[in-house]
């Protein structure tokens, strides 16, 4: 499967922005998905995570009720909503896609996923 990254930009804080990543090459419905992000001289991390069913997702604490993961498999697309953004979340963002394990699990690590966008930008100003 292959993925595409979009929806990053410019922000000042408090605003808001809606990533998405595009899955070509095969279904979507097939993978458990990702959103990791990489600020300069830093390690990347774990922000948001979605069963291959959609049915139970999970975030890094930072997150916790401003971001929201979604997983649309009819348009084989990943969205990840931001709301309420702070200079800190300024990072490039990766969406991951891997197959499942079963039903219920979120993965946490991206070693765990095998396929991986491009990255977008995401600057939030102060």
């Known amino acids: 499967v292959q993925l595409q990254a979009s929806g990053g930009g410019l922000v000042q804080a408090g605003g808001s922005l809606r990533l998405s990543c595009v899955a070509s090459?095969?279904?979507?419905?097939?993978?458990?998905m990702g959103w990791f992000r990489q600020a300069p001289g830093r390690t990347r991390e774990f922000v948001a995570g979605?069963?291959?069913?959609?049915?139970?997702?999970d975030y890094t604490d930072s997150v916790k009720g401003r971001f929201a993961i979604s997983k649309d498999n009819n348009k084989n697309t990943v969205y990840l909503q931001m709301n309420s953004l702070k200079p800190e979340d300024t990072a490039t963002y990766y969406c991951a896609a891997r197959t499942p394990t079963d039903i219920r699990t979120v993965h946490y690590r991206d070693t765990e996923y095998a396929y991986w966008g491009q990255g977008t930008q995401v600057t939030v100003s102060s």
């Open positions: 979605i069963t291959w069913g959609g049915g139970r997702t």
């Open positions: 090459g095969r279904p979507l419905i097939n993978y458990a």
